[in-house]
């Protein structure tokens, strides 16, 4: 089963600072039919104007992963953390028993765009944590890389779920073949570009719901990136 969530399909707010597309779920968007995949809770699709920006606000039990597609987002925490991210730059907050961050647009001229993610976590009331890592154009290049798991395996980011996320970027000479466990649940982001997955043709802003499938194929893509999701 491969199920398509179209990007005009999903909720939306424009508050003028901040312009978000939700594809689950979220705030003052409901719609039953759409709380999530498996673990995957929130996907948010967010561009905030120059110098804008989330004030300090708190989270509790839930795995936060940010990926960063434009501009500059500047983070803080309660933890002490505090960094600017870039095109290639994910971090990972893992919320636990709390915590409390801000996320502003570091530059005063261009505009930020980046995914917000959230996955519900397999153990509650832990400590809280923070990390990040740049992952490089090339590591992406026509093939999936490992961003994010729960061994934290070949550098990538370790997360409190038996969930998995990959990314990749691909154009027209670039193919990806992925077997997989149909047992398990799948989702797919087409986070630019355009691309073809399975035979189905994505643009920016859908995405995929996986089950019952024992291969993924990317290809056909236009400056396409795409994250990929293996969860439980």
Not at 7 to 18: I, M, P, Q, V
Not at 153 to 171: F, N, P
Not at 186 to 198: C, D, R
Request: glycine residues 12%; aromatic residues 8%; charged residues 25%.
């Amino acid at each position: 089963m491969i199920e398509i969530r179209k990007a005009e399909d999903r909720g939306h707010a424009n508050y003028g600072w901040l312009n978000s597309h939700h594809t689950f779920s979220f705030a003052n968007y409901y719609d039953p039919d759409q709380m999530g995949w498996s673990a995957l809770r929130v996907i948010n699709d967010d561009t905030v104007a120059p110098a804008q920006g989330f004030g300090a606000h708190g989270h509790r039990n839930m795995e936060i992963f940010s990926y960063v597609l434009e501009g500059a987002l500047a983070h803080k925490d309660s933890l002490g953390s505090g960094s600017v991210l870039r095109p290639g730059d994910v971090q990972l907050m893992s919320a636990g028993t709390g915590i409390r961050h801000s996320e502003f647009n570091g530059s005063q001229e261009a505009p930020t765009h980046f995914l917000q993610i959230w996955i519900t976590p397999n153990e509650t009331e832990t400590a809280p944590g923070y990390q990040e890592r740049f992952f490089t154009e090339d590591e992406k290049r026509g093939q999936l890389r490992l961003l994010v798991s729960p061994e934290g395996e070949d550098g990538a980011l370790k997360i409190r779920q038996d969930a998995r996320i990959y990314a990749a970027l691909l154009d027209d000479n670039d193919a990806i073949t992925k077997p997989i466990d149909p047992a398990r649940h799948g989702y797919v982001h087409v986070a630019k570009g355009k691309v073809t997955l399975n035979g189905h043709a994505l643009k920016a802003g859908d995405g995929a719901r996986i089950l019952g499938e024992s291969t993924l194929t990317l290809d056909n893509g236009g400056g396409a990136e795409v994250l990929v999701f293996d969860l439980p």
